[in-house]
């Protein structure tokens, strides 16, 4: 495979200014989270980001776009009360999103839409924080213990705080799924900031002011209960000091870290000074509690992240004293906010700054677990190229470029300092809302781009004029039908005869292209659209407690044609795929009834206008296999894509005599799904099922190494030859390639070859591994253990670069005889999560065991071949020997890296001629953070068997984007030594 590195697409990643969980932490809740925990994440140009922590695999499952001159300053979730059904259960409230930023405006999101759903404003200050009302619990009361119900016309819903610049506090309620004003509160002194809001009940309220203050009120009043002044600001600077951020402990102590860089702890009822603590050489923008209250951290202007932790008190003290645990810098620029989430089994702590990435932080094992790093580059690349005529576009807010990559020097001799790129067309799109997709056609003529509001197509052509090759890029006339309403994932078939839309709440629209007659015409789009309906599908039932999310799960995430354009496939955030074919219009015997074809959700249409599906030009577009759809997948779909027809297949078309007979449906069928989980599954789109390859390799036998990749991947390339047929996957930090010509290897025969054991006969032979492997072997196992039982954030530290200095054991002896001491862990334990009504656990072991087995039966034959013939084994992955990307078994020049191959297996299978046999599969973490990888080659087709070049290898653009390229704003400097 060739690689062209490319640096030269401008994306600047924006700064995190807010934090929220979609949950609170709570320590007595078991497991490792609820199905519908968020995070969502605020940036600085109006996007809000919905994260899954997926039990730390951490899936950016969605964008919720934002627009020209916004910001995101803070975010807050409230969980609507739960409602009785008709049968006397309980039916959950629907968790809602709400935004602030820079304006007088509170925002509330629609999650299913992706879009604004409404605002409230009024005649107050421009709000700058915002917090959400803790949820109500029941009181237990009485000799049996039973909760008490709510009393009469008591609110269990959650209000909504805001801090407006002119002093005042909004009450703003969420009742009856509104938004409605419900209080002012102000004090009656002068007018000061309000930096911070947070609440130390369901109806205290505490803030921080611009004026040295932090006041409590009472919400059902509006009553100011107390001022707690924190004096005048350090000698030589400000008088008066800024309350950056107020925090609630458990038991209602007031946590606050102001503009002197220090954290003061006040009493929950007399509002006295406790202690205070220097924790920052420059401002404390935030602070971040534990659920049981026994950890406190910190993070400020000077980049620091500090940990405090409380001492039991000693003799004759009723309190203990906090003391700073340790602090480190895990972020360039300032730490600005936090976000807390713990459970019995999970305790970590998300921060992010102005360097654009959140980073993930243990919480109850600080100093015992590695903190992990998100990536700040989108998940969906924004990225697409045109092979044929070498354009490689991308979008970023409202501009999209598009650049023109040269093949570059095809010999020594020529010219290596020549300009590799050439920016040769960009288009500014009209309004303020971000642009959401956007896509260019396979031969490069036409662009599509869509907002939430609109979708417009563009004709590209090349000036004839122009030596530099420019590009005249001109707006096509769209029907109304097709532009309105926007759309949040846009895909054009490889032919460029049709242009589907997905709309904001997931509706999938079809239309045709009319292609010009001549190079002076422009393409036509028909005034006719399609809509496909999605199958309707079992949704799944949250408990009260959990909340739901209504049909955000139904949202689609990736949209992709065939081949040959004529099957369509989607995946949604709930694991389901569906598909779609193209037949011809007149065949209308197999033609299934709407119930089979029915959508997902509540459609406004009749069954009728469902039966009429539109003929367009002699073809229509039908529901594939609607008695049995693709059944769904255990997680979200993260990405789909079809497997080419190789050229070996596609040789065997034409030497037929009836090339129009041969080419069928079947021969593009198979489906390659990835899910969030990273589960590879290929199925046949037209009948539903698993293919072959997907049968005899299930999650289980799926190498270790991808299995704990925790990035997860963003795309991937089809590498196709008449002797090679591979899956080349990619994310941020990594690239993988699978052979999907061979199967993966058992459990069984990863045993066999780490221990050594071959019954082969003399055509192969085993390299032995060093006792140095094996210790090696021995300590990634120790390490594999560690690594089960992290608390969601990184993987366990060993003991020497544990920065806790404490021993792991210690010895217990008891009486006077020492020699029957005995050695301690103090490592305790977690229990095992109780499978209680509040449990949860993600459980994607219950079936591996049985799908391995049957993987074994459907190997059957194989295995039996592979034993009596042991030539047949491959490599799996040498540590002495690299495979280099165009997948021959040259070592590369370069000193060879441990990630570069395989860990597990130290052995190697080596043919009797010396040579060394294919791989199963490669990965690498030489690149840098990459925005997206797109093919600048046409893929083995047809239309390269013609030209005689089949065999070619494959030329990408591997698009970087590091983070020491990016523009990112000033930070505070200063001698820390």
Not at 91 to 98: A, D, E, M, T
Not at 713 to 721: E, K, N, R
Request: net charge neutral; proline share 5%.
């Amino acid at each position: 495979m060739d690689i062209h590195r490319c640096r030269f697409v401008p994306y600047n990643p924006q700064a995190i200014n807010a934090l929220s969980f979609s949950h609170p932490p709570s320590a007595e809740l078991a497991g490792r989270g609820v199905p519908t925990l968020r995070l969502a994440i605020g940036r600085a140009n109006g996007d809000i980001e919905i994260w899954n922590p997926m039990r730390g695999a951490w899936f950016q499952e969605t964008v919720l776009r934002g627009g020209k001159d916004r910001s995101i300053e803070g975010l807050a979730w409230t969980l609507d009360s739960p409602e009785t059904g008709p049968d006397g259960t309980k039916i959950p409230g629907k968790l809602r999103l709400f935004s602030i930023g820079y304006s007088t405006a509170v925002t509330e999101w629609d999650l299913e839409q992706g879009r604004p759903m409404r605002h409230s404003s009024g005649n107050y200050g421009e709000i700058w924080c915002i917090a959400a009302q803790p949820r109500w619990q029941a009181t237990k009361r009485g000799k049996d213990g039973k909760p008490l119900p709510p009393a009469e016309g008591e609110y269990t819903g959650q209000h909504l705080a805001a801090g407006c610049a002119d002093g005042s506090i909004v009450i703003l309620s969420t009742a009856d799924g509104d938004l409605k004003f419900l209080r002012l509160m102000r004090p009656s002194t002068k007018r000061a900031r309000v930096l911070s809001v947070t609440f130390q009940n369901r109806h205290t309220i505490v803030a921080g002011y611009a004026d040295s203050s932090i006041r409590l009120f009472d919400i059902r009043s509006g009553q100011l209960l107390r001022t707690i002044s924190l004096g005048k600001g350090p000698a030589g600077g400000p008088k008066e000091l800024l309350v950056w951020s107020v925090k609630c402990l458990p038991d209602g102590t007031i946590v606050s870290g102001d503009s002197a860089g220090e954290i003061r702890f006040w009493d929950a009822k007399n509002h006295s000074l406790i202690q205070r603590i220097q924790g920052h050489l420059a401002d404390t923008l935030d602070v971040a509690v534990s659920a049981n209250g026994d950890t406190v951290v910190s993070g400020g202007a000077d980049q620091r992240t500090v940990v405090y932790k409380k001492s039991p008190g000693e003799k004759g003290e009723k309190k203990g004293r906090w003391a700073e645990v340790m602090h480190r810098r895990y972020h360039t620029h300032d730490v600005k906010t936090f976000a807390v989430y713990e459970t019995r089994d999970i305790s970590i702590v998300v921060s992010g700054g102005p360097d654009a990435s959140p980073v993930v932080l243990p919480l109850r094992e600080f100093g015992k677990e590695h903190h992990r790093k998100l990536s700040s580059l989108p998940q969906i690349p924004q990225l697409a190229s045109s092979p044929s005529s070498r354009l490689v576009m991308s979008f970023w807010d409202r501009e999209v470029s598009i650049w023109r990559v040269s093949r570059g020097p095809t010999s020594p001799h020529d010219n290596l300092e020549g300009q590799k790129h050439r920016l040769v067309g960009k288009v500014l799109i009209q309004g303020e809302e971000n642009i959401t997709s956007a896509m260019l056609s396979v031969d490069g003529k036409i662009l599509i781009v869509a907002t939430v509001t609109e979708v417009k197509v563009f004709s590209v052509r090349r000036r004839k004029s122009d030596e530099r090759g420019a590009l005249r890029i001109t707006k096509l006339d769209v029907p109304a039908a097709f532009t309105e309403d926007g759309a949040r994932v846009v895909a054009i078939s490889p032919d460029s005869r049709w242009l589907c839309v997905v709309r904001p709440n997931s509706a999938i629209y079809l239309a045709r292209v009319m292609p010009a007659s001549s190079p002076q015409e422009k393409p036509q789009i028909l005034s006719q659209l399609v809509k496909l309906y999605r199958a309707t599908r079992h949704t799944r039932h949250e408990k009260a407690s959990h909340g739901t999310l209504g049909e955000y799960e139904r949202t689609v995430r990736c949209v992709v044609f065939s081949e040959n354009s004529r099957i369509l496939a989607t995946g949604d955030l709930s694991g389901c795929v569906d598909t779609w074919f193209l037949k011809n219009g007149e065949d209308s015997s197999s033609e299934p009834a709407d119930k089979r074809n029915g959508a997902a959700d509540s459609d406004d249409e009749s069954s009728d206008d469902e039966d009429e599906r539109p003929v367009i030009d002699g073809e229509r577009w039908q529901y594939a296999n609607a008695d049995s759809p693709i059944p769904r997948l255990k997680s979200g779909v993260l990405l789909l894509s079809f497997r080419p027809q190789s050229p070996a297949e596609a040789k065997l078309l034409t030497n037929g005599t009836d090339q129009s007979s041969q080419k069928s449906l079947r021969g593009e069928s198979r489906l390659m799904a990835l899910t969030s989980e990273h589960q590879l599954v290929e199925f046949d789109a037209l009948e539903g099922k698993l293919s072959d390859w997907s049968r005899r390799n299930p999650k289980a036998y799926l190498p270790e190494q991808f299995k704990g990749v925790k990035d997860r991947a963003m795309g991937c390339l089809w590498d196709l030859s008449e002797s090679r047929d591979r899956l080349w996957l990619y994310g941020t930090s990594w690239l993988w390639m699978f052979d999907l010509n061979q199967d993966f290897p058992s459990p069984e025969e990863l045993k066999e070859t780490a221990d050594g054991h071959d019954e082969g006969d003399s055509s192969t032979q085993l390299v032995k591994a060093s006792s140095a492997h094996k210790r090696k072997r021995e300590q990634l196992e120790e390490e594999e253990k560690r690594r089960k039982a992290n608390s969601g954030a990184g993987d366990r530290m060993s003991l020497a670069q544990s920065d806790v200095h404490f021993s792991s054991k210690y010895r217990k002896i008891e009486g006077h005889d020492d020699s029957k001491g005995e050695w301690v862990s103090l490592d305790k334990e977690r229990p095992q999560a109780a499978r209680d009504e509040e449990a949860f656990e993600y459980d994607e072991n219950s079936t591996a065991g049985h799908d391995a087995a049957l993987a074994r039966l459907r190997r059957g034959k194989l295995e039996e071949d592979e034993i009596s013939t042991p030539r047949k084994r491959v490599s799996l992955g040498p540590r002495d020997k690299l495979l280099s990307l165009n997948g021959s078994s040259d070592t590369p020049a370069r000193k060879p890296n441990d990630n570069d191959v395989l860990d597990t297996p130290q052995k190697q299978l080596v043919q009797s001629n010396g040579s060394q046999l294919a791989r199963r599969w490669w990965y690498t973490y030489k690149y840098r953070d990459l925005l997206g990888i797109v093919p600048l080659s046409p893929s083995s087709t047809e239309d390269s068997i013609e030209d005689g070049t089949a065999g070619n290898t494959l030329e990408v653009a591997v698009v970087e984007r590091p983070m020491w390229d990016v523009e990112l704003p000033g930070r505070y400097v200063r001698d820390y030594a």
